[in-house]
């Protein structure tokens, strides 16, 4: 079982995901701008990121690129949260986001052709 990510690291993620591969550096800069975090911060979580698996650090530079896909990880917090929140049960987190959204009719489409290919 893939390990859960904090929300501090799923921020870390999304920039390694956007920009990989980049630096340590670069995410610290980044993160300073956009979160407000210190580097110590930012060190900190891509060490846990590191030490979980979640991404490669390699000299020089200690460049980061991700271990695992955002796809994937996207997949493991849907389960989490279908599992935890939804008593397992799909549909009823898909009642749950239909009910109070109106959708358009390309999402409709969209989720039409998701639901017949399975």
Known sequence: MQEKLFDSEVKVMEIVW??????AKEISLIAADTIGWNK??????IKKLEAK????????GFI???LISREKVQ??????LVKKVFG???KALFSALLEDEPLSEEEVVELRKLIDKR
């Open 18 to 23: 956007e920009k990989s591969p980049i630096s």
């Open 64 to 66: 980061c690129t991700p």
């Open 53 to 60: 698996g979640f991404i490669n650090r390699e000299d020089p």
């Open 40 to 45: 110590n911060t930012t060190y900190t979580v």
């Open 75 to 80: 997949k493991g917090e849907a389960k989490s």
């Open 88 to 90: 397992g049960s799909r």
